[in-house]
């Protein structure tokens, strides 16, 4: 089992509760104790995270910081995501899509990533997107890639 911390302290931007995000951790089954850190940020600290870590001077959705090997206490720390709010809630309209919609979507995305799914090639792609769409239609929603 996953469990999540979230970590938010942008304000006037829509950020789903906290019970979203671990109802949307609860469909992964990963079978020992799990921890992740959510951190909600502005586009200023995006824009630097990405300036730090991939040498891109850009605001983007989502960033995934996966660890190996990181254990506590008998609980495994998988990593930290980064979620922009506003990056996330302009995109959502962009895209015609609800904004809780895409809160999910970008959320298992990003766990997915934590745990070791790519997109860096095209049958990469294609397996963490099937994933993706799998697990969001237990939450019925819809093939987000389907603009």
């Not at 506590?72 to 980064?82: Q, T």
């Not at 506003?86 to 997915?112: G, M």
């Not at 963490?128 to 093939?143: G, H, P």
């Amino acid at each position: 089992m996953i469990k999540c911390f979230l970590i938010n302290n942008v304000e006037n931007e829509f950020v789903p509760k906290s019970n979203d995000f671990k109802e949307w951790l609860t469909s992964f089954e990963y079978k020992e104790q799990a921890e992740i850190n959510i951190k909600i940020v502005t586009p200023e600290e995006m824009r630097n995270f990405n300036k730090l870590y991939k040498n891109e001077d850009k605001v983007s959705d989502t960033l995934a910081f996966p660890f190996e090997n990181f254990t506590i206490e008998d609980k495994v720390i998988l990593g930290d995501i980064a979620m922009c709010a506003n990056k996330i809630n302009i995109d959502s309209d962009l895209y015609s899509k609800k904004k809780i919609d895409r809160w999910a979507h970008l959320t298992i995305h990003s766990v997915l990533h934590i745990l070791g799914y790519t997109h860096e090639n095209t049958n990469n792609r294609k397996q963490m997107e099937n994933k993706e769409i799998d697990i969001l239609k237990k939450f019925n929603i819809f093939n987000p890639y389907e603009i």
